[in-house]
């Protein structure tokens, strides 16, 4: 059981003012080292975002998983056709490091898990023929609400020029299970124990990058709210509310400073085992939402690709 989930996502960005601005916004901590911001979830130890200032435009510069049995790891690289490498100038020397056959950037971390999430209260609905609230009311006044924080980070959706390759590299090399996908055009891999519907996702583009990372709140209330309310200090491009089929959770996006996409989400499908899972081969229909308002023009853009335009 190599892969055991998503520890963070690292960004070459050009600046660090707007990232730290947008990250503080949408709830996160962050702590300032020369040209380096770390941004993590209250009261977690570990980064979720790390943005290294600098360059001349965003750029994904790798993705960190917690795994065990990485010698075992090591071991399956190559026939996946990717490549063990030696550890980036700058950065910590340990675990694992590998590339895919598109060249993007993997760390493979052996490290405890962060405790437990805190238990949440049930989200009530009331529905025909089973009314679980009575005398009183769900909804504070909406002054009542503090911030929304997200609690952990849940996924991070990549670009990639072939999304079966880049699928068939993490299940045979990293040990992961492909969970859902939308024909060759996106796919959604999970760990194989105690996992949220995905960890590691890929939709189609000409070239590597980064799409969004997914943070869980608490209730579908919270996505609203958070989405709500950082759309509203960014002043940016958003795709929601709404509620995807493939995981079934319901989502707020909202568009970084470089063009990609911060997610809120809550209610995601969970796969505890994953020897008892199927996975489905979605039509196009379904492989974004099953409701919600229209997607923006450039949901899907990539803008790390050479030769396009810088957003």
Known sequence: MPVLGALSVTLEVPTLDDGVSFYVDAGLEVSIDGAIAQCRCHGQTRNSIVLIGG?????????????????????????????????????????????????????????????????????EIN????????????????????????????????FSPDVMSSVNFVTEALGMGLADRAQDVIAFCCARKDSDHHVVAFAKSPGIGFHHASFQVATPD?????????????????????????????????????GSWFEYYSDM?????????????????????NWGPAVPHDFVHNYEVPGTAEF
């Open 55 to 123: 360059a001349r435009r965003k750029r994904l510069h790798h993705i960190a998983l917690r795994a065990d049995q990485l010698g075992d790891i090591a071991r399956r690289v190559a026939g996946a056709g990717g490549a063990v490498v030696e550890t980036p100038t700058g950065f910590e020397d340990r675990g694992l490091w590998v590339r895919d056959p598109h060249g993007m950037l993997y760390h493979l971390v052996e490290q405890l898990p962060e405790p437990e999430l805190a238990w949440a209260p049930v989200f």
């Open 127 to 158: 529905a025909p023929g089973r009314l679980m609230r009575r005398s009183r009311s769900a909804m504070l006044p909406g002054a009542a609400y503090a911030a929304v924080r997200p609690l952990r980070l849940g996924h991070v959706l990549v």
């Open 222 to 258: 919270e996505v609203g709210r958070g989405g709500r309310r950082l759309l509203e200090k960014a002043k940016r491009g958003d795709w929601g509310f709404g509620r995807h089929t493939i995981g079934s959770n319901f989502f707020h996006y909202i568009q970084d400073p470089w």
């Open 269 to 289: 499908d969970h796969i505890d085992d994953y020897a008892r899972w199927t996975p489905s081969n979605y039509t196009m229909a379904d492989s974004l939402a």
